[in-house]
Each structure stands twice: as C-alpha cells, then as structure tokens.
C-alpha cells in the first residue's frame, strides 16, 4: 500500500506538471481538481454513449417479455424470500427501484463532476426538487405495459421519505404509472422499520403481492446484505443464480452504489486520497510478480 501511495501521489504531479505546462488559452483545470474528474468517463456513458441507451432498452425489452409468463404461472414469484409462502392468488404487482432503474439523476452527477464534489445530502435533495430527472430508456414503455395489464407497479426507493412528495410529482410528470388505491412510492424511513436494506419493504409488497418481477442497479435492490466484500457480493449473486435475466433485471450503472461503497470497506467518510488509494489496490492486472 505504501508503494502505491507513492504512485498516486506521482500521477498527481504528473497531471500538476501538465496543467502548469499549458498555456492559459487551453488549461482548464488546476491539478487539485484531479479527484474531481474521477467520475467523468462513467457520466458520459450513461449520459452520451448509445450503448447505454441500447442496454437500458434491452433490459426492459427482457422485462417485458417476461410478463405473461409470469402471470400465467401461479408459482411464480420474483421475492426469494416469497418462496415456500401461499402467494398464489394474491394480486400481481412488480418491484422497481427508483434511481438509475426508472430516474436518470445523472445531470446531479454532471454537476458534482463539474463543481469537484462527492455525494452530499443536502445538494442531493436540491435536484430531487427540482423535478427535473428524466425517465431512463424503456423504463416508461415497461411500467405502462405492466399497469395495463393490471399489475400493480411498486417504486421501491432509498430516497428519503422527506423528498417523497417531489419524487412522486416527477414520476408522474414523466408519465409513470401511479396507482391511485394503495400507497406505491415506498421510502426509506417511511415507516419505522423501512430502513436502507430493502428487505422490509420486499417484505411489506411480497404479503399482499405475488411479485412477478424485480428491477434495478443496485444488488440491494434484489437481496439483503450487500454491503459486505466484493467476494462476498459475487457469492450473493451466485447463490441467486436462477434470478437473473429470469425474474431479477440489472440496469447498468457505472456512476456509483454498493459496487463503489464495496471497494472503500464503506466507509464513505474516509479522504479523498484514502479513496483512491484503495479503488488502486483493488485494480487487477495479472502481472505475475503482483506489481502494479
Ligand atoms: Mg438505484
């Protein structure tokens, strides 16, 4: 670890090194800003590159076509912990998360690329209010075909319940299904036990619903527990193994969750370098003599 500090710190004075170099017409940032442009390459995918777009597509493409053989088979449930349970003449529903599954929030990314700055509550609830995310692609095609068919479309979100009323108002703005009978913006920290992990919230739709399918990012939008080593997130999708592209739909999100917090042991407090330092480590280059 020490060697590679000593790396990190000669790629800052590199990059130093060229900023300085440069003359004042084309320089644009100082080197202190470097940490600030770590999430560049990840935003412009999701914002510019059609293989998102296409991806995106792709997996509600799959979610879709998966529909009507999951209302047809009465054995069918979508919540691993639903299995064994009596669902079969419940009412139907589906499970989607919310952020980068069916709101591209990635201009609140652009901005902290731009403005050289982490994730922060406060700024974060700004842009919730604003309204402004736009749907990701096929996400709105999906949820429609779902409703149409008369399954109850459930939003499973760790947005916090203070910032329920604007996230519902921009899912509806951008036409997403809100059924009027039940409550199906489900919050973090809406009811006591509605904490981060979803699993709760699973719980509380899987009692009323038998759940044909699940969509999102992030692995916590699936299973509990994810917050554990990247080894030991491996070894929770294998073991889920008859899920995937089957009853449980990954959306592509290169931008940030678990994965991310994986690498930093979670510790999102930790400096800026400290952060670097351990995505370094945890790069893999099958040098045989380990070297970087
Ligand atoms: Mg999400």
Redesign the pocket.
């Given at each position: 670890m020490k060697k590679l500090a000593v790396g990190v710190s000669m790629v800052t004075a590199a990059i130093g090194f060229v900023a300085w170099g440069q003359s004042p017409a084309t320089e644009t940032a100082p080197a202190a800003h470097a940490y600030g442009t770590e999430n560049l390459n990840a935003v412009l995918w999701v914002q510019t590159a059609a293989e998102y777009q296409a991806a995106a597509r792709q997996a509600y493409v799959l979610a879709e076509m998966l529909l009507d053989e999951a209302l047809a088979d009465p054995t069918w449930s979508a919540v691993s912990e639903q299995a064994g349970a009596d669902f079969a003449d419940l009412p139907t529903a589906v499970i989607l998360?919310?952020?980068?599954?069916v709101l591209d929030n990635s201009p609140n990314q652009a901005r902290q690329v731009l403005e050289d700055r982490d994730f922060a509550t406060e700024p974060w609830h700004a842009w919730v209010r604003e309204e402004k995310a736009n749907a990701v692609p096929g996400a709105l095609a999906f949820t429609r075909a779902a409703a149409d068919k008369g399954i109850r479309v459930f939003y499973v979100?760790?947005r916090r319940h203070q910032v329920e009323e604007p996230t519902r108002r921009n899912l509806a703005a951008q036409g997403f299904p809100i059924d009027a009978a039940v409550d199906t913006v489900l919050t973090r920290d809406e009811q006591a036990d509605w904490g981060g992990d979803k699993g709760s919230r699973r719980a509380h739709v899987a009692a009323r619903h038998r759940v044909l399918l699940q969509i999102?990012?992030?692995l916590g939008?699936f299973v509990s527990g994810v917050n554990v080593d990247p080894a030991a997130r491996e070894t929770l999708v294998e073991r889920h193994a008859d899920y995937w592209g089957r009853k449980w739909i990954v959306?592509p999100?290169p931008q940030y969750?678990s994965w991310d917090g994986a690498l930093i042991d979670f510790q999102y407090g930790l400096a800026r370098e400290a952060k670097r330092a351990r995505k370094l480590g945890a790069l893999e280059t099958l040098r045989e003599d380990g070297s970087e």
């Open positions: 998360d919310v952020d980068e599954t979100t760790n999102g990012d992030n939008d959306l999100n969750g």
